[in-house]
């Protein structure tokens, strides 16, 4: 009978240790877009690569697809000290889906402003969604693959009845 007790209280422990443990890895992976925000609005490349992991898959709103962290960096450094400058970043929402303990799909929409070469303050605010997959790597959460994606002004018929797990607030 105490052996059974003891079993049954070490699986009860498992199983509030991994619940626990999900908390955490979720809070930590939802973070990840903050973390994104902070390093862009320092215009800092090499602070914004050390989200991403070594070999990161990056597709940009251009549809520019760089591989590994030194381009990344190398890409968003020039950017963040160019057109990039004087923008501002800011994460809307995000979802978090597990596909394995160490493996997460991250979705959040962002809004930006005073990108690129327009007067920043003529220039209407442009907005998107990522699509990461993050993963735990030595106990540190990265970005394995990341695309972002613009917005498309005006409403999609398409979407009547449909409603996406992220809404873009409306504008004007």
Known sequence: MKKSFYCLFAMLLCIVSLHAQGKTDEATVRAVPQAFVAAWAKHDGHELAKIMSQNVDFVNVGGDWLHGRTDFELYHTRLLSGPFKQSTLKVLDTAVSFLRPDLAVLHWSWI?????????????????????????????????????????????????????????????
Do not use: C, S, Y
């Open 112 to 172: 930006i402003q005073g990108d690129g070469m327009e007067d920043p303050t003529t220039h209407e605010p442009r907005r998107g969604i990522f699509t990461m997959i993050v993963e735990r790597q030595g106990g540190v959460w990265l970005v394995a693959v990341a695309q972002n994606t613009d917005q498309m002004t005006g409403p999609n018929p398409a979407l009547e009845g449909i409603k996406p797990p992220i809404v873009f607030p409306a504008t004007k």
